[in-house]
């Protein structure tokens, strides 16, 4: 389709918010035998709001397999090249909805996908304002392509629900940690990914594509984080001998000693986790519970929680110390359910001295 259309007043004896009857009319491009221009007209009946929609809805029909073929990516960089041309700077959040949403279909987003969508972000550790911004974005893409006739009409999404996070996430057992560390391939870099996120606490974009070995000290084993959200998470970090055993086997496999650590990108990545987790014992937990796991360990360990702070490169102490408390709170609790095993056993004079 090679125009947006127009809708042309009938009555013109009227103003336009008076007026009930409409000329649409379409460009279809050039006739390849004619050479001549072509157009498709027809006439409703309705508000000019009406006469918009109709229009819309029938430059998708007229055109049916743009609308069935069109990825979203696709028309993001329509969309990006027309930004560009026009002087204006791409937004940030562009990359991030291409990386996650652009294999997608146009006519495939409805507000059930984006929900889906931003739940599962959240799962991953996404912060609301982070989801909100892509969410903010996409419903820009959606509205451009309505405006643009590719697409009917733009999807009505449902309000974006906050994370929920009143309960800290569920971290692997011990017995489900030592399961993964049996299994994890040191020469595979997904498994060192998995690694690093399960004994240093990377968030998965820094496994994946932000270390790098210019910061990787294995001799002294040290490494700076450099990190996606805070300050606090660019950081100086030691790292455990299990871990820099890793990395060394690591190193020697790939042959490279700069540049990325890993060398994948964040969604790729996971992207793999939501294939192999169940490879690993873990099908349906979470590429983020590895993080929280290692978090919850150091909790398990007495670790004070100053250096619990630092070592997961919270910004602040709340969610460390929500984390620490719940891990003795679980251990108190145990606690005091032995001691009512011990009383109930006294009542039933099963403990009675001799």
Known sequence: MSGAGQIIQRDTTVPRSKCRVWRLRLSLGRDPMTGKYRTANKTIHGTYREAQE????????????????MTLGEYMDDYKARELAAGRKVAQQHASVYRHLGAVRLCDIDAGLVTAWLDRLAAEGYKDSTRSSYRSYLMRILKDAARSHTIASEPRLDPMRPANRSQPREALTGQQVASVMGLLDPTDAHHVAVALALLAGLRRQEASELLMWE?????????????????????????SRELASILEQWQASSGRASGPVVGLTSNALGMWWQRSRGKLGLDGVPFHA?????????????????????????????MTMRVYTHVHMEQERAGVDALSGLLDGTKNGTNNPA
């Not at 109709?54 to 073929?69: D, F, G, I, M, N």
């Not at 490494?223 to 100086?236: E, L, N």
């Open 215 to 239: 910061d990787v000290d294995l001799e002294a084993r040290l490494m700076r984080v450099r990190g996606t959200k805070t300050a606090a998470s660019d950081a100086v970090v030691p790292i």
């Open 54 to 69: 109709a229009l819309r809805r029938w430059a998708v029909e007229l055109e049916p397999s743009t609308r069935q073929k």
């Open 290 to 318: 590895l993080r929280h796991t290692f978090v919850s360990l150091l909790a398990q360990a007495d670790v004070h929680p100053a250096v619990m702070q630092r070592l997961a490169r919270h910004a602040s102490p709340t």
